[in-house]
């Protein structure tokens, strides 16, 4: 069973920056495709990055592309969201979460291809 916790988050105000971590135990870090999500209050939870086991091909929503960068140590068991430049509508509560990689190509944004997910850490941007 692989656990996610996640960290990092906070009130900032617009124009600002955090960086999330998501610290992973009771698996392979490196066997695992990994994602983060936002959910934001009464709206369906979206994706917002991903990267693949080697750190490289991240993907990213068009609505934050340019200002979050999503990055991986596999020797810490570790992904990161640097979110740079935030906007009050960045406001959510942001998880992460793991999808088992069947092999160096793959790839998903889809929510239900993701096996584990963390609690969840709110970010809260102030205009």
């Known amino acids: 069973q692989v656990q996610l916790v996640e960290s990092g988050g906070g009130l900032v105000q617009a124009g600002g920056s955090l960086r999330l971590s998501c610290v992973t135990s009771g698996g392979t870090f490196s066997n695992y495709y990994m994602g983060w999500f936002r959910q934001a209050p009464g709206k369906e939870r979206e994706f917002v990055a991903a990267?693949?086991?080697?750190?490289?091909?991240?993907s990213y929503a068009d609505s934050v592309k340019s200002r979050f960068t999503i990055s991986r140590d596999n020797a810490k068991n570790t992904v990161y969201l640097q979110m740079n430049s935030l906007k009050p509508e960045d406001t959510a509560v942001y998880y992460c979460?793991?999808?088992?990689?069947?092999?160096?190509?793959?790839?998903?944004?889809?929510?239900?291809?993701?096996?584990?997910w963390g609690q969840g850490t709110q970010v809260t941007v102030s205009s």
């Open positions: 979460a793991a999808s088992y990689a069947s092999s160096a190509y793959y790839y998903t944004r889809t929510l239900g291809d993701y096996d584990y």
């Open positions: 990267i693949n086991w080697s750190g490289g091909r991240p």
